[in-house]
């Protein structure tokens, strides 16, 4: 009932960005706070950043000042602007939301399908 659809992943250098898109599309009563989370190979997934229906945002220390979290609630999107990549940003990059559909008062937890952000030389 409920799709959650990333872009914008690739290869990139060290320094350089990227732009992640997440859209949620079905039947949609609401989208609640939506946000990012990663895994690397080997390491458990963690969240990168998180946006409230207010704009009130959250960020894990290691991407601070150069992640920007941000949604548009006309089109139920949010995206995640990447800049001065480093290697270890390397990951699996996810999207969540926490959606309510419609004919239902439950706030459940829905998953992208992952892209994947290699940054190297």
């Known amino acids: 009932q409920v799709q959650l659809v990333e872009s914008g992943g690739g290869l990139v250098q060290p320094g350089g960005s990227l732009r992640l898109s997440c859209a949620a599309s079905?039947?949609?009563?609401?989208?609640?706070?939506m946000g990012w989370y990663r895994q690397a190979p080997g390491k458990e997934r963690e969240l990168v950043a998180s946006?409230?229906?207010?704009?009130?945002?959250t960020y894990v220390d290691s991407v601070k000042g150069r992640f920007a979290i941000l949604r548009d609630n006309a089109k139920n999107t949010v995206y995640l602007q990447m800049n001065s990549l480093k290697s270890e940003d390397t990951a699996v990059y996810y999207c969540?939301?926490?959606?309510?559909?419609?004919?239902?008062?439950?706030?459940?937890?829905?998953w992208g399908q992952g892209t994947q952000v290699t940054v190297s030389s």
């Open positions: 969540n939301a926490f959606i309510i559909t419609s004919g239902t008062y439950v706030n459940r937890s829905y």
């Open positions: 079905g039947r949609i009563s609401s989208v609640n706070t």
């Open positions: 946006i409230t229906t207010d704009g009130r945002t």
